[in-house]
């Protein structure tokens, strides 16, 4: 028998129901690896492999999986299967695709060794410290949630304790492209702000991967705590050109 892997988890008020102690579970994320990385451990596991190597066939691979998957194959790896959908509604007797309207997507059905793994798994769950929490980011140009944020354009950011209060040179909504030594650009224009939904103009972004952060001096019921918190959104967004790029200022900091 595999021998167990033990992550951490906060547990979350259940917003859904109002009944004392009830929880919703966030595994912690315990960091990010890319090709690069997992290059690595493999030569750490086979060290005739040169890295480099590894690296090259894998960002192969991945190009030659994305050209299946956008061919209409249905593409089966070590991960699991992918293959593609289509969201939106159709209409009429002779309905057009309208990208307007709909969206291709991708269906993901886990693998044998995926779900070996996660049978694997047990969790050592704390009270999260309350503090601010994403559970989603919806863009407005194009209805994704969780995927495409389009630059210079509203997005929706929906959760708990999402309050923006404090003087900390730290609070506010940041956007940090996923690359080393990336400077967090700090959203200057923040249209509605709740405990429960920020809604935002992103800004001036180029293209590319960027991570999410939310930090905030606000605690539950509205009261302020000294020193600021912030919450990571665990899932990179995918930044497309959009708007006329009125947002210039030069990024904060943090």
């Known amino acids: 028998m595999a021998e167990k892997t033990i992550l951490s988890a906060d547990l979350y008020d ?15 994320i315990t960091g990010s ?33 994305v050209r299946a998957i956008i061919e209409g194959k249905s593409l089966s790896d070590g991960l699991g299967q992918y293959i593609l959908n289509i969201s939106g509604p159709f209409e009429g007797e002779n309905p057009k695709f309208d990208p307007k309207i709909h969206k291709a997507g991708i269906t993901f059905t886990p693998g044998k060794k995926l779900l070996e793994g996660l049978k694997n798994l047990d969790f050592k769950l704390n009270i999260a410290t309350t503090g601010p929490v994403v559970n989603s980011i919806t863009d407005s140009a194009t209805g994704g949630v969780n995927t495409t944020i389009t630059s210079v354009s509203p997005a929706v950011i929906a959760g708990s304790t999402l309050l923006i209060k404090g003087d900390h040179p730290s609070v506010g909504v940041f956007f940090t492209e996923d690359k080393a030594d990336a400077t967090p650009q700090k959203v200057r224009m923040i249209v509605i702000n709740t405990t429960s939904q920020i809604v935002i103009q992103v800004p001036k972004l ?18 302020m705590v000294k020193e600021p918190r912030t919450y990571l959104f665990p899932i990179l967004l995918n930044v497309v050109e959009g708007g ?9 900091e943090i």
């Not at 259940?14 to 912690?28: F, H, I, R, S």
């Not at 180029?206 to 009261?223: C, D, E, F, H, I």
């Open 14 to 28: 259940n917003v859904l129901t109002e009944k004392p102690g009830d929880y919703t579970a966030k595994p912690q």
């Open 206 to 223: 180029t293209p590319g991967q960027y991570r999410l952060s939310v930090t905030t001096q606000a605690g539950s019921n509205y009261k």
């Open 33 to 65: 690896l890319h090709n690069p990385d997992i290059a690595y451990r493999i030569v750490d596991r086979r060290t005739e492999y040169r890295p480099e190597t590894v690296i090259n066939i894998m960002d192969l691979s991945d190009d030659e999986k």
């Open 244 to 252: 006329d790029g009125s947002d210039s200022e030069s990024p904060d």
